[in-house]
């Protein structure tokens, strides 16, 4: 067990520009989780798989937010036009779907900020 | 709407002194309660699952309880290694995210 481990750590980007961060969760772990944390705020929900099926969005996640997760194991989230507000820490977290009772099992995110 | 809050948002202690965190929530469904520890950078460390009222976990200095609206994490003798920000966050019934609270920042000073 290797963790969730997520790339980059840190991004720095100008407005308007596209970002993608990559996320590899539990190798045996089907279910997965973005999510995005602002300072002093707990995460937020944006969306989850299960294998590479994107179950639920968030009704919050604007259309310049995608993500995919194309065999099942790694996923993508990729932001279009950067705004200064996209400005946060962005959590992939995992669990395993057979245990209903599976914890979230996170990465140490992805730091974005947008200058 | 579901939501869930965490009190005080900030709580300083000296080593040794004894003290409670709050989550209290309002959710359609409960299914399951979760601790977590976040340190500095870094992203969320599970502690403890709860899952129905009455329930209690304990792991070293923290011990867990939950009735039906809200759950204490209790920190008994705290050493400055427990510094940290603890999130609780609900399982609800009909989607499979998980709702977090804003956290609570915990300074354990020596």
């Known amino acids: 067990d290797t963790g969730v481990s997520q790339n980059p750590r840190h991004k720095i980007t100008k407005r308007g520009q596209n970002v993608t961060f990559r996320c590899d969760p539990i190798?045996?772990?089907?279910?997965l989780y973005w999510y995005r944390q602002t300072l002093g705020q707990g995460p937020e929900f944006l969306t989850y798989?299960?294998?590479?099926?994107?179950?639920?969005k968030s009704r919050l996640l604007s259309d310049r937010f995608s993500a995919e997760r194309p065999k099942g194991s790694f996923s993508t989230l990729e932001i279009q036009r950067t705004e200064q507000g996209d400005s946060a820490m962005y959590l992939c977290?995992?669990?395993?779907?057979?245990?209903?009772?599976?914890?979230?099992?996170f990465g140490n995110g992805t730091r974005l900020t947008v200058t | 709407e579901d939501q869930v809050t965490q009190s005080p948002e900030a709580l300083r202690l000296q080593e040794g002194e004894s003290s409670s965190l709050n989550c209290s929530y309002t959710?359609?469904?409960?299914?399951?309660l979760f601790w977590y520890r976040q340190d500095p950078g870094k992203g969320p460390e599970f502690l403890f699952t709860?899952?129905?009222a009455g329930e209690e976990k304990e792991k070293e200095r923290l011990k867990a309880t939950l009735t039906k609206k809200e759950s204490f994490l209790h920190i008994t003798a705290p050493k400055p290694e427990d510094s940290a920000t603890y999130l609780c966050?609900?399982?609800?019934?009909?989607?499979?995210?998980?709702?977090f609270g804003p956290g609570t920042r915990l300074s354990v000073l020596p």
């Open positions: 977290a995992s669990s395993l779907v057979s245990d209903s009772n599976s914890p979230l099992h």
């Open positions: 190798s045996e772990h089907n279910r």
């Open positions: 798989f299960q294998n590479e099926a994107q179950l639920e």
């Open positions: 959710v359609s469904g409960l299914r399951g």
């Open positions: 709860l899952y129905s």
């Open positions: 966050a609900v399982r609800i019934n009909y989607g499979q995210n998980f709702v």
